[in-house]
Nanobody, 122 residues
Framework: QVQLVESGGGLVQTGGSLRLSCAVS?????????MGWFRQAPGKERELVAA???????RYTDSVRGRFTISRDNAKNTMYLQMHSLKPEDTAVYYC???????????????WGQGTQVTVSS
């Protein structure tokens, strides 16, 4: 069983930066071929923010491309989401996800973290 624990969320002003971390345990990290970050804002559907998958280009939703960067450190069993130029519309609960499969272009993860709140004040 894979466990995912997010950290790094918080309150930041518009234009600020945060780095989310996702610590992974219960699996051989380097064998996890797909990982990513989803987010869900109040009253909105959950959306894929970024995904990093072996054999596929790193993927970002249009609204964060150029501002967010997803990465992973196999030596530390940790995935990251570096967020710059944050906007109020980035306010959401951010979830770390791992493993899973692709249905066409849709990433369907198996494992989910508990989520970390990111709030961007205007």
């Amino acid at each position: 069983q894979v466990q995912l624990v997010e950290s790094g969320g918080g309150l930041v002003q518009t234009g600020g930066s945060l780095r989310l971390s996702c610590a992974v345990s219960g699996s051989i990290f380097k064998d996890i071929l797909a990982m990513g970050w989803f987010r869900q804002a109040p009253g909105k559907e959950r959306e894929l923010v970024a995904a990093i998958t072996s054999g596929r280009p790193t993927r970002y939703t249009d609204s964060v491309r150029g501002r967010f960067t997803i990465s992973r450190d196999n030596a530390k069993n940790t995935m990251y989401l570096q967020m710059h130029s944050l906007k109020p519309e980035d306010t959401a609960v951010y979830y770390c996800v791992a493993d899973g499969y692709y249905s066409g272009s849709d990433y369907i993860p198996i494992y989910w973290g508990q989520g970390t709140q990111v709030t961007v004040s205007s």
